[in-house]
């Protein structure tokens, strides 16, 4: 029976790159990924920063860069909409497949061994070590780390999960510079549809929302839009509801989308994730060598999110209320000059410095309005 100090359940990127820092740390390692391909099924927009690449310390191959000319995002929806400037945040598209291989490559130069279409299907405590039934036989290991994804996290809550449907599609109006959101509180509740450009003319088309079916108010909101071909199909729960209380139980150390460490209001999480992955596999070498024996990485991870996430948690909370004039009236309330300074001094993977910025005392009166506007229609309807 095979024998290593961890084991990595799930070849994402917060999996890999926790092996990459483990075996770094000269743990032996082992990654264990369901799929036939590391990086399948990409189900994620891509989008990223580059100086959130380079945190992670992963600038993409130029095979792994689909985009790399975005420059803006329009924001829409049934009533109002408006324009937010990109260039200065410097947001890459990314290909997931390219870039998962990339942190593969790392966690294996790194002494970390990868296995495909090994999928875990139990694991439990022998003593000291972990006991994992996988679909190549059994591995033991002191350290078990969950990068599974949502798939874990659904066993503990379902009430942040949301459906989502993602495709790979070919259109006269997909522009190669534009970004695009749709809010529609009735068509996509708790969410909304997007259109991410890899290039002209293509992108990756999706929506998301509570208790929708998602294929079928995808193909809607194509249609409206005009002529496509769909050249790939993906569907996948996405979690929005922040992260778990704890990432570590016992030997067991849960990262990325399993730990909740997706964004709130936009489900994203290469960095977020990334991150977690990095601090995991850290605090995993700290415990082997005995420097450090707590092994919970929470706190780390918080000292870099933790704010953020619970200012974009109170976001969601409040987004979820509103109805779709509700949104329209706050569209419309958005100060054109705060929106461009917050596009000029904004930071992609922090956007909530900027959401405060565009929701300014200049347009308070117009947002409290528009707030209580809501409560009051949603008073009459209950």
């Given at each position: ?254 990262v990325g989308d ?17 991150m977690g992955g ?69 930071d992609f993977d ?33």
């Open positions: 029976m095979p024998g290593f100090q961890v084991a990595v359940a799930g070849g994402s990127i917060s999996g890999l790159l926790a092996a990459r820092e483990a075996a770094a740390g000269g743990a032996s390692v082992v990654v264990l990924e369901e799929d036939t391909e590391i990086g399948t099924p990409e189900h994620c927009g891509g989008l990223v920063s580059m100086e959130g690449m380079k945190n992670l310390a992963m600038v993409p191959d130029a095979a792994a860069i689909e985009n790399d000319r975005v420059k803006k995002a329009e924001i829409v929806s049934p009533f109002a909409g408006f324009e937010v400037n990109a260039e200065k945040q410097k947001v890459v598209v990314l290909d997931r497949r390219a870039l998962d291989k990339q942190a593969a490559l790392q966690a294996q130069r790194a002494g970390a061994e990868i296995r495909v279409k090994c999928s875990v299907r139990s694991f439990r405590r022998d003593g000291p070590s972990y006991i994992i039934k996988t679909s190549e036989g059994d591995v033991t290991c002191d350290y078990f780390v969950d990068a599974r994804g949502v798939a874990s996290i659904i066993n503990r809550n379902r009430e942040g999960v949301l459906s989502s449907a993602q495709y790979e599609v070919f259109a006269p109006w997909i522009y190669r510079d534009t970004i695009a959101v749709a809010f529609d509180s009735e068509k996509y509740p708790g969410f909304f549809a997007w259109v991410i450009p890899t290039g002209e003319g293509r992108g990756k088309v999706g929506v998301a929302g509570r208790a929708i079916n998602a294929a079928s108010a995808l193909k809607s909101y194509m249609d409206a839009k005009g002529s496509y071909s769909v050249v790939r199909k993906v569907y996948a729960p996405i979690w929005v509801g922040g992260p778990l209380e704890h990432f570590t139980d016992g030997k067991t150390v849960i399993a730990a909740g460490q997706t964004k709130p209001t936009t489900a994203g999480g290469i960095y977020t994730c990334g990095i601090l995991a596999g850290r605090a995993i070498v700290g415990a082997i060598s005995g420097s450090d024996k707590r092994l919970d990485y929470k706190p780390g991870w918080a000292s870099i999110f933790g704010e953020e996430f619970e200012k974009m948690l109170l976001a969601r909370r409040l987004f979820e209320r509103l109805d779709n004039r509700a949104i329209g009236e706050l569209f419309a309330a958005v100060p054109p000059e705060e929106l461009q300074e917050a596009s000029s001094t904004g922090f956007h909530s410095a900027a959401l405060s910025k565009v929701l300014s005392v200049k347009s308070a009166a117009r947002m409290a309005k528009a707030l209580i506007g809501n409560e009051i229609r949603r008073l009459l309807d209950g």
